[in-house]
């Protein structure tokens, strides 16, 4: 199986990380989970990160074929946009991405000027779709259950698989945003245990376990099946469900939530301006 080189960006901020995904032979290339930074407090945007990855791409003779987002993100902004304007490619995401839209579009009441139909995208993948990066052949596989829309990407033996699962130590994603479900996140977590046990699997997120000193986002399918703490093999669906859901009870809602999803789930543009000529972000007092 052909092996692409896999670059990481790690966003302190967000615990994010971003890749860039190049064939060594074609030099072309695919960007995974960009970011856009973006202060809270201020309602500012910066596109330092994203520049620092457009930089590594440049700097290193390649060519961007795709921007793919494996989801729309609760935790961070998507650069998609400003990539595409600088590097080209096509912005891409899951097919499922009009379920999200719908659910999102009520609670923030965009209104029928917001389309519902994933057209904000350039590409929309179904599950199971052949494409390239280059030379090195790829597949799109529908993974949901964090979101309805997630899906992860096979591109050659490295496996990218956004909010799915964590590093070993740590877990699993969350199931209780609007759309998502325990039992269908095994389930899909499942599909990618039967790849073969040698692939690479890259994430999205770590958090840094307690007691270990360093960030990680490279693991194996291997790996994952022997160590994962939330469901590695001999776990059970119905135990899963269980512990997943008492999990998520627990949990905070992602600081970035609110405008991460407005934005997002318009392909990386913000909201329309207003007629003051400013856009805004909505803030749903009780909605979620």
Known sequence: MSKPTVTGFFDDATYTI???VADP???RCAVIDSLLDFDQASGRTDTASADRLIDFVRRNGLACDWIIDTHVHADHLTAAPYIKAKLGGKMAIGDNIPTVQRVFGEIFNEGQAFHTDGSQFDHLFHDGEAYRVGGIEAKA???????PACMSH????ALFVGDTIFMPDFGTARCDFPGGDAGTLFDSIQKLFALPDETRMFLCHDYKAPGRDQYQWETTVGEQKRSNIHVKAGMSREDFIAMRTARDATLDMPKLILPSVQVNMRAGEM????DNGQRYMKIPINAL
């Open 18 to 20: 971003s890749y860039v």
């Open 25 to 27: 032979e074609t030099k």
């Open 141 to 147: 596989i529908h993974t949901p259950g964090h979101t």
């Open 154 to 157: 096979l591109i050659g033996d």
């Open 271 to 274: 909201p329309p301006p207003e």
